[in-house]
C-alpha cells in the first residue's frame, strides 16, 4: 500500500479560493470579485462566484486585466452582505489558495479571520519543481495542464488552482519516504503554510532528527532513518566525481593556421558539419590573427563587428591548442547570456565539426563553465541549517526545495533553479558557497571543490569577468591555473576590474553581521545551544558562555557607536540645507573633504567603533577556539557550526578593515564616495581604483603566454588608444575588423535638426512626440534608448494614451517588469515600443522583424559629477574630449548595435540629439557608426523617412 493510499488529503473536501481586487493593499484597495471551488481530488463539488462592489470606479488596468468592467460591481452587493454566505460554504474545511496570503490578507481587513487549515500550490510548486521558469498561475496551469480558459477571473483561478492543487498532491505522494519525512519535519517545526498537507501525508507523524554525529559523510548509510535529513550523501558523491587535471605536454605543439583558416571556408567538412555556415572573410581574418597569438605568445587586441562570428574565431584556434598541448584556455565574458550561447551552443557545435575533420578527430576537447561561489551551494551550511531547531518558514521552504533539487544536480549551481522572488530567494545567502574560503574538510560533498576539480581537467573554462577580476584580487583561489585568457565583451574590463578592485560597504552590512549573531537565532545562541546537547566538556561549555556573555554586552555598543559613525557622515556628506534632498545622492569624499574640521570628528567616532569592532573579532576568536578539536562530541551541525564561526570571524575583520580605510586610511590612488538612497535605510560607502591599468597589466596579462582582449565595440575615432590606456593592454598586435553586413542598404540614420537642445525646456516634449511618430510609422517594432530614468517615465506616461489609441503596446523598464520580462513580452507582441535605459544598450538582441526602428533620446554622455568619472577626468589636460567622448562613443556604438543583428535585418536609427550635427565632436559619434545611410531631416519629415525606408 502506498502512503498515498493511506492517508490521502485528497481524501477530504478542499476548498480553492480566489479574489480579485482593485490592487495589491489590502488597506487601501477592495474586493471586487470571490470565487471559490469545493471539491475531493478530481471530483468538483459546489461553486461559490459573487461580484462585490467596491465604491469605487475601477481603474483601466484592472478592467483590461480581468474582463471585469464597472457595471458588473456597480449592481453587485457589498462585502458584508456576502460575507456570512462565503463563511458557510467554507466551514471548516481546508483552504488552497495561489499566493493565498494574498487572499487571506483582503479577507481579514475586512474582518474575515478564517481558523480553516491553509495550503499554497505557490508554496507546494517552489518545492516539487525546483527548476519551473515561471511560478505564476498561469505559468503552472500550462505547466500541469490544468485548464485556465480566464486568467485573473475568481471562479476560473480557483479551478485551476484546484487542478494545480490535485496533480502536485500527487508528485508529493511520490516522494520517497525519507525526503517527505523530512519536509515534514520542516514544515512543523517552522510553522510552514504546507504542514498540514505534509503532515497529513505521513503516516508515522514527524520523526525525531538524527544527531550529526550519528551520520557517515560520503560513506553507506546505516539504514533509510539516517540518511543525512532525507540525502543520500554517498550517491551525491558519487556524481561529483570528475577526471583528473589537465597534465600540460612538455613541448607546444603549434596550431597550424592554414588549417584553421580552411575550415571556416564555405565547403569545408567542418562547414558542412554546422547548421546554416555562412563563409566570412573577417572571421577568417581574425581565427589567423588568433592563431599566430596562441603559437607565438604575446598581446592581442580585436575588434570585430556584429555578424563576423567572433566566438568561433577565438574558440577554434584555442580548443585545438589546448588539446593537442594539453593546456588550459580561459575565456572570459561579460554577460549571461553570451556565457550560456558559448557552453551550450557554439562549442557543442564547434566540437562536433571538428570531429568530422580527419586531422582534428582524436582531440578529445573539455570543457565547463566556472561560476563564483555564490552560485554553488555549500552541502556544510545546508546540512547545519537542516540540524537547526529555529529554521523560519522561508528557510525551511528553501531547504525543502534544495531537498528535491540535491537529489538529482550535478553542479549546485543555482541557475539550475527558480528561486523566485526577493524575499523567497533570500535563504539562499545563508547556503551558498560564499566566505567558504577556509572549509575545515575535504571530506563529503562539495560542489564548489567539484566544480574546480571539473576545470582543472578542461580545455576550456567559460567564465564571467566578476570571477575572473575577483579571484584576481583574492590571489586566484578559484580558477585553476591557465595560460591562455581570451576576454570576450572586453569593452567591459574596465569597469568590473572597478568593481572588483574596490569595495562598497552599507551601512547595513555591520547590522546584518551584529543581527546574525545575538537573539535566539544568533550564532552565539545557535552554538551555545549545540554545545549543551553534546559530550563536550565542562571547560568548553564555559569559555562558549563567557564568549556568548561578552558578545552580548560588546554588540549593542558597537551598534551604537557606529549609529553615531555613521549618522556623522551623512550629516557631513550630505548637507541638506541647499534645496530638497534628491532621491539618489552621491559625494565624493576629497583630499579637501578630509581636511574640514568636521572629519576630525568622524575619525574620533570612528576610532571609538572600532575599538569595539575589533573586541569582538577576538570573541569570535576565542569562540572559533573553543569550538576546535570537538568533533568527536556529537555537537549537532559541528561543521557548519565552524564554517559559519569562520566566515564571521572573516567578515568581521574584512568590515573593520574597509571602514577604516574609508575613514582614516585611505589609498593614494583611491576614489571614495558615499550613496543615500531616500527608499533605504543608512548610507554606502564605496571605494574604487584610481586606475586599473597598471594592476590588470602586473597581475593579469603579464602573468599568461597569450591574452586576446575582444568585442564588437572596442575603437573610438578609428583606433584602440582610448582602451589600451584605460586597461593598460600595452604592446599588443592590433586588429580592426569591420561587419559582413552591408549597413547602407540595411541602416539609415535620421538626424532631426530642429531637435531642441537636451538642456530646452521643450526637448522632452519634443522627444516623446519623434517616438510616438517613430512607433505609429513602424506598427511599433520600435525600442528608445534614455540615459535617464527620469526621462524614461516621463515619456512612458505621454506616451501611452496615443499609443494604445493606434493599438500599439508601451513597456517601459522598471516600470512594466524586468528587462527579461520586457524582452520576452516584446517578441511575443513586436507591435509594441520599448522603452529601456543602461541594460538595454547592449546585450540586447531582437533579431528579423522585432525591431525595425531605434531611438536614441540623447548622446550617452557620463554624469560629469559621477565620482569616479569625475576623479578620472582629472587625469586628463581636456578631459572632454580624451575621455568623455571616447566613453560616449563606445556608449552609443554598443546602443546602434541593437538595430541590425543578421544580414537580412532592416531598420532606421533616431538620433534625437542634434548635436551630434552642430558640435565639433559630433563628427567623431557619426564616423564611430557602422557606414550607414545618414539622411539629416526635421521632425515633420521624420515619419515620412522611416515608412519609405521600411517599406523599400
Same mark, same amino acid.
Given at each position: 500500500?502506498?502512503?498515498?493510499?493511506?492517508?490521502?488529503?485528497?481524501?477530504?473536501?478542499?476548498?480553492?479560493?480566489?479574489?480579485?481586487?482593485?490592487?495589491?493593499?489590502?488597506?487601501?484597495?477592495?474586493?471586487?470579485? /470571490?470565487?471559490?471551488?469545493?471539491?475531493?481530488?478530481?471530483?468538483?463539488?459546489?461553486?461559490?462566484?459573487?461580484?462585490?462592489?467596491?465604491?469605487r470606479q475601477l481603474s483601466d488596468f484592472i478592467t483590461d486585466l480581468t474582463g471585469i468592467v464597472q457595471e458588473d460591481v456597480d449592481n453587485a452587493?457589498?462585502?458584508?452582505?456576502?460575507?456570512?454566505?462565503?463563511?458557510?460554504?467554507?466551514?471548516?474545511?481546508?483552504?488552497?489558495?495561489?499566493?493565498?496570503?494574498?487572499?487571506?490578507?483582503?479577507?481579514?481587513?475586512?474582518?474575515?479571520?478564517?481558523?480553516?487549515?491553509?495550503?499554497?500550490?505557490?508554496?507546494?510548486?517552489?518545492v516539487l519543481r525546483p527548476d519551473a521558469k515561471a511560478y505564476g498561475l498561469e505559468a503552472l496551469a500550462g505547466l500541469l495542464s490544468a485548464t485556465?480558459?480566464?486568467?485573473?477571473?475568481?471562479?476560473?483561478?480557483?479551478?485551476?488552482?484546484?487542478?494545480?492543487?490535485?496533480?502536485?498532491?500527487?508528485?508529493?505522494?511520490?516522494? *520517497?519516504?525519507?525526503?517527505?519525512?523530512?519536509?515534514?519535519?520542516?514544515?512543523?517545526?517552522?510553522?510552514?503554510?504546507?504542514?498540514?498537507?505534509?503532515?497529513?501525508?505521513?503516516?508515522?507523524?514527524?520523526?525525531?532528527?538524527?544527531?550529526?554525529?550519528? $551520520?557517515?559523510?560520503?560513506?553507506?548509510?546505516?539504514?533509510?532513518?539516517?540518511?543525512?535529513?532525507?540525502?543520500?550523501?554517498?550517491?551525491?558523491?558519487?556524481?561529483?566525481?570528475?577526471?583528473?587535471?589537465?597534465?600540460?605536454?612538455?613541448?607546444?605543439?603549434?596550431?597550424?593556421?592554414?588549417?584553421?583558416?580552411?575550415?571556416?571556408?564555405?565547403?569545408?567538412?567542418?562547414?558542412?558539419?554546422?547548421?546554416?555556415?555562412?563563409?566570412?572573410?573577417?572571421?577568417?581574418?581574425?581565427?589567423?590573427?588568433?592563431?599566430?597569438?596562441?603559437?607565438?605568445?604575446?598581446?592581442?587586441?580585436?575588434?570585430?563587428?556584429?555578424?563576423?562570428?567572433?566566438?568561433?574565431?577565438?574558440?577554434?584556434?584555442?580548443?585545438?591548442?589546448?588539446?593537442?598541448?594539453?593546456?588550459?584556455?580561459?575565456?572570459?565574458?561579460?554577460?549571461?547570456?553570451?556565457?550560456?550561447?558559448?557552453?551550450?551552443?557554439?562549442?557543442?557545435?564547434?566540437?562536433?565539426?571538428?570531429?568530422?575533420?580527419?586531422?582534428?578527430?582524436?582531440?578529445?576537447?573539455?570543457?565547463?563553465?566556472?561560476?563564483?561561489?555564490?552560485?554553488?551551494?555549500?552541502?556544510?551550511?545546508?546540512?547545519?541549517?537542516?540540524?537547526?531547531?529555529?529554521?523560519?518558514?522561508?528557510?525551511?521552504?528553501?531547504?525543502?526545495?534544495?531537498?528535491?533539487?540535491?537529489?538529482?544536480?550535478?553542479?549546485?549551481?543555482?541557475?539550475?533553479?527558480?528561486?523566485?522572488?526577493?524575499?523567497?530567494?533570500?535563504?539562499?545567502?545563508?547556503?551558498?558557497?560564499?566566505?567558504?574560503?577556509?572549509?575545515?574538510?575535504?571530506?563529503?560533498?562539495?560542489?564548489?571543490?567539484?566544480?574546480?576539480?571539473?576545470?582543472?581537467?578542461?580545455?576550456?573554462?567559460?567564465?564571467?569577468?566578476?570571477?575572473?577580476?575577483?579571484?584576481?584580487?583574492?590571489?586566484?583561489?578559484?580558477?585553476?591555473?591557465? *595560460?591562455?585568457?581570451?576576454?570576450?565583451?572586453?569593452?567591459?574590463?574596465?569597469?568590473?576590474?572597478?568593481? +572588483?578592485?574596490?569595495?562598497?560597504?552599507?551601512?547595513?552590512?555591520?547590522?546584518?553581521?551584529?543581527?546574525?549573531?545575538?537573539?535566539?537565532?544568533?550564532?552565539?545562541?545557535?552554538?551555545?545551544?549545540?554545545?549543551?546537547?553534546?559530550?563536550?566538556?565542562?571547560?568548553?561549555?564555559?569559555?562558549?558562555?563567557?564568549?556568548?556573555?561578552?558578545?552580548?554586552?560588546?554588540?549593542?555598543?558597537?551598534?551604537?557607536?557606529?549609529?553615531?559613525?555613521?549618522?556623522?557622515?551623512?550629516?557631513?556628506?550630505?548637507?541638506?540645507?541647499?534645496?530638497?534632498? @534628491?532621491?539618489?545622492?552621491?559625494?565624493?569624499?576629497?583630499?579637501?573633504t578630509r581636511s574640514q574640521p568636521v572629519w576630525s570628528e568622524l575619525e574620533i567616532a570612528w576610532e571609538n567603533a572600532d575599538i569595539l569592532i575589533?573586541?569582538?573579532?577576538?570573541?569570535?576568536?576565542?569562540?572559533?577556539?573553543?569550538?576546535?578539536?570537538?568533533?568527536?562530541?556529537?555537537?549537532?551541525?559541528?561543521?557548519?557550526?565552524?564554517?559559519?564561526?569562520?566566515?564571521?570571524?572573516?567578515?568581521?575583520?574584512?568590515?573593520?578593515?574597509?571602514?577604516?580605510?574609508?575613514?582614516?586610511?585611505?589609498?593614494?590612488?583611491? $576614489?571614495?564616495?558615499?550613496?543615500?538612497?531616500?527608499?533605504?535605510?543608512? $548610507?554606502?560607502?564605496?571605494?574604487?581604483?584610481?586606475?586599473?591599468?597598471?594592476?590588470?597589466?602586473?597581475?593579469?596579462?603579464?602573468?599568461?603566454?597569450?591574452?586576446?582582449?575582444?568585442?564588437?565595440?572596442?575603437?573610438?575615432?578609428?583606433?584602440?588608444?582610448?582602451?589600451?590606456?584605460?586597461?593598460?593592454?600595452?604592446?599588443?598586435?592590433?586588429?580592426?575588423?569591420?561587419?559582413?553586413?552591408?549597413?547602407?542598404?540595411?541602416?539609415?540614420?535620421?538626424?532631426?535638426?530642429?531637435?531642441?537642445?537636451?538642456?530646452?525646456?521643450?526637448?522632452?516634449?519634443? /522627444?516623446?512626440?519623434?517616438?510616438? +511618430?517613430?512607433?505609429?510609422?513602424?506598427?511599433?517594432?520600435?525600442?528608445?534608448?534614455?540615459?535617464?530614468?527620469?526621462?524614461?517615465?516621463?515619456?512612458?506616461?505621454?506616451?501611452?494614451?496615443?499609443?494604445?489609441?493606434?493599438?500599439?503596446?508601451?513597456?517601459?523598464?522598471?516600470?512594466?517588469?524586468?528587462?527579461?520580462?520586457?524582452?520576452?513580452?516584446?517578441?511575443?507582441?513586436?507591435?509594441?515600443?520599448?522603452?529601456?535605459?543602461?541594460?538595454?544598450?547592449?546585450?540586447?538582441?531582437?533579431?528579423?522583424?522585432?525591431? @525595425?526602428?531605434?531611438?536614441?533620446?540623447?548622446?550617452?554622455?557620463?554624469?560629469?559629477?559621477?565620482?569616479?568619472?569625475?576623479?578620472?577626468?582629472?587625469?586628463?589636460?581636456?578631459?572632454?574630449?580624451?575621455?568623455?567622448?571616447?566613453?560616449?562613443?563606445?556608449?552609443?556604438?554598443?546602443?546602434?548595435?541593437?538595430? $541590425?543583428?543578421?544580414?537580412?535585418?532592416?531598420? /532606421?536609427?533616431?538620433?534625437?540629439?542634434?548635436?551630434?550635427?552642430?558640435?565639433?565632436?559630433?563628427?567623431?559619434?557619426?564616423?564611430?557608426?557602422?557606414?550607414?545611410?545618414?539622411?539629416?531631416?526635421?521632425?515633420?519629415?521624420?515619419?515620412?523617412?522611416?515608412?519609405?525606408?521600411?517599406?523599400?
Open positions: 500500500m502506498t502512503l498515498l493510499q493511506k492517508t490521502s488529503p485528497l481524501d477530504e473536501a478542499w476548498i480553492a479560493l480566489d479574489l480579485e481586487t482593485t490592487g495589491l493593499s489590502p488597506e487601501s484597495d477592495e474586493i471586487i470579485e /470571490v470565487g471559490a471551488v469545493k471539491f475531493v481530488g478530481d471530483e468538483e463539488v459546489e461553486t461559490f462566484q459573487s461580484f462585490v462592489n467596491p465604491g452587493p457589498a462585502f458584508g452582505s456576502i460575507a456570512p454566505k462565503l463563511a458557510v460554504f467554507l466551514g471548516s474545511a481546508p483552504i488552497v489558495g495561489h499566493n493565498v496570503e494574498f487572499d487571506l490578507g483582503f479577507l481579514r481587513a475586512k474582518g474575515m479571520r478564517l481558523s480553516n487549515q491553509i495550503c499554497d500550490t505557490w508554496e507546494l510548486a517552489y485556465h480558459i480566464n486568467p485573473h477571473r475568481a471562479v476560473d483561478d480557483a479551478q485551476a488552482t484546484r487542478q494545480v492543487f490535485v496533480t502536485l498532491v500527487r508528485e508529493l505522494a511520490d516522494l *520517497d519516504e525519507p525526503t517527505l519525512t523530512e519536509m515534514n519535519r520542516l514544515a512543523q517545526r517552522s510553522g510552514w503554510k504546507l504542514r498540514h498537507i505534509l503532515n497529513s501525508m505521513n503516516s508515522t507523524g514527524t520523526r525525531s532528527r538524527p544527531k550529526i554525529g550519528d $551520520i557517515p559523510v560520503g560513506g553507506a548509510p546505516r539504514d533509510r532513518a539516517q540518511l543525512m535529513f532525507g540525502l543520500d550523501t554517498r550517491a551525491l558523491s558519487q556524481r561529483l566525481k570528475h577526471d583528473r587535471p589537465l597534465r600540460p605536454n612538455e613541448r607546444l605543439v603549434p596550431v597550424d593556421r592554414s588549417l584553421v583558416e580552411d575550415m571556416l571556408q564555405s565547403g569545408s567538412v567542418f562547414a558542412e558539419a554546422l547548421n546554416n555556415f555562412d563563409e566570412r572573410p573577417e572571421q577568417i581574418e581574425m581565427a589567423g590573427a588568433v592563431t599566430d597569438s596562441l603559437n607565438s605568445g604575446g598581446r592581442l587586441i580585436v575588434e570585430a563587428g556584429t555578424g563576423v562570428g567572433k566566438s568561433m574565431a577565438y574558440l577554434l584556434p584555442a580548443a585545438i591548442y589546448a588539446a593537442l598541448n594539453n593546456r588550459r584556455v580561459v575565456v572570459s565574458t561579460n554577460t549571461i547570456n553570451l556565457q550560456e550561447q558559448l557552453v551550450t551552443k557554439d562549442l557543442p557545435a564547434m566540437l562536433k565539426g571538428m570531429a568530422s575533420v580527419p586531422e582534428l578527430s582524436d582531440l578529445d576537447v573539455h570543457f565547463t563553465q566556472l561560476k563564483g561561489r555564490a552560485n554553488y551551494l555549500c552541502v556544510r551550511k545546508w546540512q547545519n541549517l537542516q540540524a537547526s531547531d529555529n529554521a523560519d518558514e522561508t528557510e525551511a521552504r528553501m531547504l525543502a526545495k534544495t531537498l528535491r533539487w540535491l537529489q538529482t544536480t550535478e553542479t549546485g549551481d543555482r541557475s539550475e533553479l527558480n528561486l523566485g522572488h526577493r524575499s523567497a530567494a533570500a535563504p539562499w545567502e545563508r547556503l551558498s558557497a560564499q566566505g567558504a574560503q577556509d572549509c575545515i574538510s575535504s571530506g563529503g560533498p562539495c560542489f564548489l571543490r567539484a566544480s574546480r576539480e571539473k576545470a582543472a581537467a578542461s580545455h576550456i573554462v567559460v567564465v564571467n569577468h566578476a570571477l575572473l577580476l575577483s579571484d584576481l584580487a583574492m590571489g586566484g583561489s578559484v580558477i585553476p591555473e591557465y *595560460d591562455i585568457l581570451i576576454v570576450d565583451e572586453a569593452h567591459h574590463l574596465e569597469d568590473e576590474a572597478t568593481r +572588483q578592485l574596490g569595495f562598497e560597504l552599507p551601512q547595513a552590512a555591520f547590522d546584518d553581521q551584529f543581527q546574525s549573531m545575538i537573539g535566539e537565532r544568533g550564532l552565539f545562541n545557535e552554538t551555545l545551544s549545540a554545545i549543551r546537547r553534546s559530550a563536550s566538556g565542562a571547560s568548553r561549555q564555559k569559555s562558549v558562555e563567557e564568549a556568548s556573555g561578552k558578545a552580548a554586552l560588546q554588540l549593542p555598543q558597537a551598534r551604537e557607536r557606529l549609529a553615531l559613525l555613521f549618522n556623522g557622515l551623512t550629516s557631513a556628506l550630505f548637507d541638506t540645507t541647499e534645496g530638497q534632498r @534628491r532621491q539618489n545622492d552621491e559625494s565624493r569624499v576629497t583630499s579637501a575589533a573586541e569582538i573579532g577576538t570573541v569570535l576568536s576565542e569562540l572559533h577556539k573553543s569550538l576546535v578539536g570537538l568533533d568527536e562530541s556529537n555537537i549537532p551541525g559541528y561543521d557548519g557550526l565552524m564554517t559559519e564561526v569562520t566566515e564571521a570571524t572573516q567578515s568581521n575583520a574584512e568590515l573593520r578593515k574597509r571602514l577604516a580605510e574609508f575613514v582614516v586610511n585611505p589609498q593614494d590612488d583611491g $576614489i571614495y564616495w558615499a550613496t543615500k538612497n531616500s527608499r533605504s535605510q543608512g $548610507i554606502i560607502l564605496h571605494a574604487a581604483p584610481l586606475d586599473v591599468g597598471d594592476t590588470l597589466d602586473k597581475l593579469l596579462y603579464s602573468d599568461k603566454e597569450s591574452v586576446v582582449l575582444t568585442s564588437a565595440t572596442l575603437s573610438t575615432d578609428g583606433n584602440f588608444k582610448h582602451l589600451i590606456e584605460r586597461v593598460g593592454f600595452n604592446d599588443a598586435d592590433q586588429l580592426l575588423l569591420g561587419s559582413p553586413f552591408n549597413y547602407e542598404d540595411a541602416a539609415l540614420l535620421c538626424v532631426p535638426r530642429d531637435m531642441p537642445e537636451p538642456n530646452a525646456d521643450d526637448y522632452q516634449r519634443a /522627444v516623446n512626440w519623434a517616438v510616438i +511618430q517613430a512607433a505609429q510609422s513602424s506598427g511599433g517594432r520600435a525600442m528608445a534608448l534614455f540615459t535617464s530614468h527620469a526621462s524614461l517615465r516621463a515619456c512612458a506616461t505621454a506616451i501611452r494614451g496615443p499609443m494604445k489609441s493606434a493599438g500599439i503596446n508601451v513597456l517601459a523598464q522598471g516600470v512594466d517588469g524586468t528587462p527579461q520580462q520586457l524582452v520576452s513580452r516584446f517578441l511575443e507582441n513586436p507591435e509594441t515600443v520599448l522603452l529601456g535605459t543602461s541594460s538595454f544598450w547592449e546585450g540586447v538582441d531582437l533579431a528579423g522583424d522585432a525591431l @525595425r526602428v531605434l531611438l536614441v533620446a540623447r548622446l550617452p554622455f557620463n554624469v560629469p559629477s559621477e565620482p569616479v568619472f569625475a576623479a578620472r577626468s582629472e587625469q586628463y589636460e581636456n578631459s572632454f574630449n580624451q575621455y568623455a567622448v571616447p566613453q560616449a562613443i563606445l556608449k552609443l556604438r554598443q546602443g546602434f548595435g541593437r538595430l $541590425i543583428r543578421t544580414k537580412t535585418d532592416r531598420g /532606421v536609427a533616431v538620433i534625437l540629439d542634434q548635436r551630434i550635427l552642430t558640435r565639433r565632436y559630433g563628427q567623431a559619434f557619426i564616423q564611430s557608426l557602422p557606414p550607414v545611410t545618414v539622411e539629416p531631416c526635421s521632425m515633420r519629415e521624420l515619419p515620412d523617412k522611416i515608412e519609405r525606408w521600411l517599406d523599400g
